[in-house]
T-cell receptor
């Protein structure tokens, strides 16, 4: 059974680094892991995407271990405006279905 | 780049009526479009996947005669909720993936802003 799980919520203070992990067993071998940010009543916004090891862009880093059974989104120096729900999205092997993670509600405190 | 629009953003209708939601990719060719449904404080649930010019593939438990999906061009997909009832009230979000986008794979999904449907 394909399961994509994330911690339900996290609190952090402004300026801290936040790491959010997504556990995804049995994902498709040749597919990417993608992370999104969602604010209330809005569609998810693309943050970062990776296949293996480490990917970095101007807003985040993504760490993927060799077994690809999990991935970690790293947000450096968060601000109040980073308060949102963060989702991972993966495609599972066999079914080749896209499944969103359960979502992590990040609250950044002043 | 990778802009997806949805219209309308919000709709209120009476029970028994049909509602059409449009999803457009504005600056790329969307070879595949997806429709999701999201209830409050829950994750997104995939309803169906459509490829341009083909019939949509519906997820288990989604009634294809109730949620009609058309993907007639590389920039437009529509979702029609037929004979809507209060239990169909939800946040509907489309996404698109395709060609002509730099730095990401052709499978990367870009999402529209969503449509809030309220059925009275």
């Amino acid at each position: 059974l394909a399961k994509t799980t994330q911690p339900i919520s996290m609190d952090s203070y402004e300026g801290q680094e936040v790491n959010i992990t997504c556990s995804h067993n049995n994902i498709a071998t040749n597919d990417y892991i993608t992370w999104y940010q969602q604010f209330p009543s809005q569609g998810p916004r693309f943050i970062i995407q990776g296949y293996k090891t480490k990917v970095t862009n101007e807003v985040a880093s993504l760490f993927i271990p060799a077994d690809r059974k999990s991935s970690t989104l790293s947000l450096p120096r968060v601000s109040l405006s980073d308060t949102a729900v963060y989702y991972c999205l993966v495609k599972y092997s066999g079914t080749y279905k896209y499944i969103f993670g359960t979502g992590t509600r990040l609250k950044v405190l002043a | 780049g990778a802009v997806v629009s949805q219209h309308p953003s919000r709709v209120i209708c009476k029970s028994g009526t049909s509602v059409k939601i449009e999803c457009r990719s504005l600056d790329f060719q969307a070879t595949t479009m997806f429709w999701y449904r999201q209830f409050p404080k829950q994750s997104l649930m995939l309803m169906a996947t459509s490829n341009e010019g083909s019939k949509a593939t519906y997820e288990q438990g989604v009634e294809k005669d109730k949620f009609l999906i058309n993907h007639a061009s590389l920039t437009l997909s529509t979702l029609t909720v037929t004979s809507a009832h209060p239990e169909d009230s939800s946040f509907y979000i489309c996404s698109a993936s395709g060609t002509g986008l730099p730095y990401t794979s052709t499978d990367t999904q870009y999402f529209g802003p969503g449509t809030r449907l309220t059925v009275l």
